[in-house]
Each structure stands twice: as structure tokens, then as C-alpha cells.
């Protein structure tokens, strides 16, 4: 061992949380960390964002190199505080982007814990007590939905999009039993609606299932799918010998909260199964990414209403409630608590009603030869990923030990009613309408038009008119336009970052309908801010229509 060797050892091992108890040491641990949230607050101002505005410089990241020598923990750092330039602050009251959460401390300490102890969920060999997080995670969202916890199962995934994959392989191996070994040999379809997440044609790619053989049926103007729509295409398919993979139901669709009637779906599917002697059952998947936190007004008694929120919210809280209390009907959900969960980027869960249905996606102990020589549980004999983090399931422990349900409605119940307050705006305004006004959750699909144009009327003319197709084009670039000034204004100091989506639904000739798009989701919300946003988008438009519109 040459004096450098030995040095650079002694070195980086204080680099490292030490294994035995060193108070001094995790002093400095903690430290460490304080001084680097230390200087993020440096980058705070009261914008939306930290430092000033940026793009990404991708010229200067591909010349990044391993240095030949370390550095020392406190000069790397600074450079990864380097890497919060110009990044949004979700959790900032003038921040209504996407369906992107802000983090909360619970969540927080959850990942910290879980990366610092590092356990491997594959196998509770090396999850330990973390593997019980995941099961205590599982077993507390499996009786929020409704499912039984003794009989269903749950793994914690990569995201919604690990979710649906996870839902729809389980189901095309109940269609065609044996897919896992011989491929699927047999046509198969699945159903779902037009306004699902485009994760489900990618799902089917990867499964082999191919992106064409999703059936992708229309939807009603609350963008929920229309039963009689779903019942020609499943009866289609089954007529032409084809077997029905999955029906994936969106409770919850991303860009309008559009929510699908479980129920008929699930009355549909049990119909076919006796109609067409099937045999096996279709699989339904409920794509409840978004909507599941709403199960915690489950037992909310809305008339005495203890939390006290306005009428229009009540009224939006019980009628997503309506629709989304048959969660339990579904054989399997995907739940994302890093989008209506509080948890921080990746905290996702996929469960099945039944826990025995992983046993259709099981492999032989015999085919992996080095794992699971002790333990009880083991996910990775049914899971699509080997190692998996704990960090998704401690995020989830956390903000829901944290929370409870209380917390959630308090939290839930905010953010639809400030979305109520932005919409009772719009819908006072001459000039403006809420596209997705049948819809009742966090987020306001609304378009601005130039003064006098009929908006009781422009709808419906926009949709179906068409003589009037050229005129939804140049409305579309008149809110695009609008979008881009609004935001440069919020980013210089002055409103809200709103979003903007450049299709919430196709007029029925085919032309996009673009829409202003405002996704609450940060506690830190107040009434003032969304009623500001209907003065700046006005005063953009009154700028774009003024100079350079063309
Ligand atoms: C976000 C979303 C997904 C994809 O989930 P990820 O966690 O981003 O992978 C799937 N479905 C719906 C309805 C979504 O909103």
C-alpha cells in the first residue's frame, strides 16, 4: 500500500455515512446537507423558479469529463447546486404548470432514509424492514380503494407507465396463457379511451401487444368514455377471435381529470364473459394515477361537510367522489403518490385485487439461481425490474403516516377549490370559457378569445361548425401566443407560469382544440393568486391582439 493509496483512503472514507456510531461524523453528514439547502436558498427570490431563468446549456454538458482526481465533498456540492439553476419551484404559489407535485418533508426524509440504508425490495434478503414499508405502503392504499387487504398485493414501480405495463402483462397472460414463454402468438386488443395516457400504447408496445392493437374509444364531453362505444369495440373484437388483453379504464385523465364509469365497465366485462362463454376474464386495469388520493372522501360526510369548504367545491368533491369510490371493481390500479400524493419522483404502486394474479407473471425459482437462498418475501420473482429502490415506498409511508386521511382532504379539497375559484372567474367573463367544465378537479382547460366573440356559443360552433375550423386554428394561435406572454411575464416576476396543452380534444372534423391549461397542486395556493390569472391572460391577449398578432 503506497502513501497515496493509503491517504486517498483515508480520505474518501469520510466521504461515506460511517457504519458505527460516530456522532462528530453524521454532525457533519447533516452538515453537508445543511450547507448545500443553504445555498439553494441563495437562489430563492419571490419567482417561481431558482436563480434567474435559463435554458438548459447542452453544448457545455456533453464536454463533461471524469476528472482524473477527486474533489473534496465540499467543492462537489456547489456543483450540484449548480445543477437548480433556473428550476421551477412547483410548490410556489405562482406556479401552476403540470400535474408535478412539491415534495413534502415527510416524503422527503422517506427517500433520504431509504437512499442512505440503501435496501433492494427484490427480496426482503436485502429489503428488510423496507420491504415491510412497501407491504405496510400497499396494505394502507389497498383499503383506501377499497380492496381487501388480506387478499390483494402490491409492488411499487416505475411510475404509471410501470403500472399499466404491470396491469396489461398481467391480463394478456390471463387472455393468452403462456405469452410469457411463447410470445403472443394470438390477436389481441387493448381497450381503452381516447383521452388515456399515451403510456398505454406505449405499454403495449413493449409488451408485443403493438401500439395499432389499441382500441382507442371516443369519449363523452366530460371526457369519460362512452359505455356503448366500449361495448361495439370489445363485441368487435371478440367477434373477430380476437382476445381482449385488458380494458384500461382512466380515472383521472391528465390534462382534463376526465374520470370513466368503473362501474358499467366492470358490468360490461362481467356481461361479456357470459355472452361470449369466455374463457378467461378481460383485465381491468384502472389507470388511478391521478385519481386515487380521492378515495380519502370516501367517508366524508359531504352535507355536514366538517372542513367547511365552499358549495362549488363540495359539489366538485362529491361528484369526482361518485365516479371514483368503485375503484374496488378494478383487478388491478396504478397509483401514483409522486402526482397526487405528495412523495417525490418515484413513488408509484401497482396492485392487484387478487394477489395471486402475480402468479400469472411468476418465474422459476430454478431461473435465478443466486437469488432468494433466504427470506419470505420475494417481489423480484414477479417483478419486471430486479433490484428496486426503497425510496418509493418510504416516500409513500411517509406522507401518508403524515397526513392521514384528514390530511389529504385538507390538501385535496384545497386544490379543487382554488381551481373553483379560477373557474367561477372564467365562467364571468364575456371573453373566456372553461372547456372542461364537466370535469371537477385541480385542473382548468380555458381558452381566451378576442373581445366580442360569443363565447355561449363559440363552443359548441368550434367543435361542430365547419365553416368555423379556420377560426379554431387562429384561436389556437391566439392562446398559444397568449401562453408564451403570460408566462414570460410570471417568469420575470409578474403572475402565474401556467401550461398550456395543444390538444384537449379534436373538433369532431379533426382539428385540435388547444387550451390554457392551470394545474393546482401546491398547498401554498391562495385565492388571489387565481383570480390574477384571469387579469394577466386578459391583458396578454389585449398585447398580442394590439401588436404583432397576425
Ligand atoms: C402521468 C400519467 C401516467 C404516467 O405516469 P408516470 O408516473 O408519469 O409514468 C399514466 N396515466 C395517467 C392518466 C397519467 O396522468
Redesign the pocket.
Known amino acids: 500500500m503506497s502513501p497515496r493509496y493509503r491517504q486517498l483512503l483515508e480520505d474518501l472514507r469520510r466521504q461515506f455515512p460511517q457504519p458505527v456510531s460516530d456522532p462528530v461524523h453524521d454532525a457533519y453528514f447533516v452538515f453537508t446537507i445543511l450547507r448545500a439547502l443553504d445555498q439553494v436558498d441563495a437562489l430563492k427570490s419571490q419567482m417561481p423558479m431558482l436563480g434567474a431563468p435559463r435554458e438548459p446549456d447542452y453544448a457545455e454538458a456533453v464536454a463533461a469529463r471524469l476528472a482524473p482526481e477527486g474533489r473534496s465533498l465540499e467543492a462537489t456540492v456547489p456543483q450540484l447546486v449548480a445543477q437548480l439553476q433556473g428550476m421551477f419551484l412547483w410548490g410556489h404559489p405562482q406556479s401552476q404548470v403540470n400535474?408535478i407535485t412539491h415534495p413534502s418533508i415527510a416524503g422527503i426524509i422517506g427517500v433520504l432514509l431509504a437512499s442512505t440504508y440503501n435496501p433492494n425490495l427484490c427480496s426482503d434478503e436485502s429489503g428488510r424492514g423496507f420491504s415491510e414499508a412497501e407491504v405496510k405502503a400497499s396494505s394502507m392504499a389497498s383499503a383506501l380503494v377499497g380492496y381487501d387487504p388480506a387478499r390483494s398485493g402490491g409492488v411499487f414501480t416505475f411510475?404509471?407507465?410501470g403500472c399499466?405495463l404491470y396491469g396489461m402483462k398481467i391480463g394478456l397472460e390471463k387472455a393468452v396463457p403462456g405469452a410469457m414463454r411463447r410470445g403472443v402468438r394470438e390477436p389481441v386488443v387493448v381497450l381503452a379511451s381516447e383521452h388515456c395516457?399515451y403510456?398505454v400504447l406505449n405499454a403495449a408496445g413493449w409488451l408485443g401487444i403493438g401500439q395499432e392493437s389499441v382500441v382507442r374509444v371516443s369519449t363523452h364531453l366530460d371526457n369519460s368514455l362512452k359505455i356503448d362505444a366500449l361495448a361495439a369495440a370489445a363485441r368487435q373484437a371478440l367477434g373477430e377471435g380476437k382476445r381482449i388483453a385488458a380494458i384500461v379504464a382512466?380515472m383521472?385523465?391528465?390534462d382534463a381529470f376526465g374520470i370513466d364509469d368503473l362501474r358499467a365497465v366492470r358490468t360490461l366485462r362481467d356481461n361479456l364473459v357470459r355472452e361470449f362463454e369466455l374463457d378467461y376474464t378481460p383485465h381491468i386495469h384502472a389507470?388511478a394515477?391521478?385519481g386515487w388520493a380521492w378515495s380519502v372522501f370516501n367517508d366524508y360526510d359531504f352535507t355536514a361537510n366538517l372542513l367547511g369548504f365552499r358549495g362549488r367545491t363540495v359539489r366538485a368533491l362529491a361528484l369526482a367522489h361518485n365516479r371514483l369510490q368503485h375503484l374496488r371493481l378494478a383487478d388491478s390500479i396504478g397509483i401514483?403518490f409522486?402526482?397526487t400524493g405528495y412523495a417525490p419522483y418515484i413513488s408509484?404502486l401497482f396492485l392487484v385485487r387478487e394477489a395471486a394474479d402475480f402468479g400469472t407473471i411468476a418465474r422459476d425459482r430454478d431461473s435465478m439461481p443466486y437469488l432468494y437462498q433466504s427470506g419470505t418475501h420475494h417481489p423480484g420473482m414477479y417483478t419486471l425490474e430486479t433490484s428496486r429502490s426503497g425510496t418509493g415506498p418510504m416516500a409513500a409511508l411517509a406522507t401518508m403516516l403524515m397526513l392521514g386521511r384528514e390530511g389529504f382532504q385538507t390538501l385535496l379539497g384545497h386544490i379543487v377549490e382554488m381551481a373553483e375559484v379560477l373557474r367561477e372567474g372564467l365562467e364571468a367573463h364575456p371573453d373566456l370559457t372553461v372547456l372542461n367544465g364537466d370535469n371537477v378537479g385541480p385542473v382548468t382547460l380555458f381558452r381566451v378569445y378576442p373581445p366580442g366573440v360569443d363565447t355561449f356559443t363559440v363552443k359548441d360552433r368550434e367543435r361542430s361548425d365547419p365553416s368555423f375550423q379556420t377560426k379554431v386554428e387562429e384561436y389556437n394561435r391566439l392562446n398559444r401566443r397568449v401562453f408564451e406572454r403570460v408566462n414570460a411575464e410570471a417568469l420575470a416576476g409578474g403572475g402565474v407560469v401556467i401550461s398550456m396543452t395543444d390538444c384537449y380534444r379534436h373538433t369532431d372534423h379533426g382539428i385540435p382544440i388547444a387550451a390554457l391549461k392551470s394545474y393546482v397542486l401546491s398547498p401554498f395556493t391562495e385565492e388571489d393568486r387565481m383570480r390574477s390569472i384571469i387579469d394577466h391572460v386578459l391583458a396578454a391577449r389585449d398585447e398580442v391582439l394590439g401588436r404583432d398578432y397576425d
Open positions: 400535474v411510475g404509471g407507465t399499466l395516457h403510456a382512466t383521472g385523465s391528465t389507470d394515477v391521478i401514483d409522486h402526482k408509484s
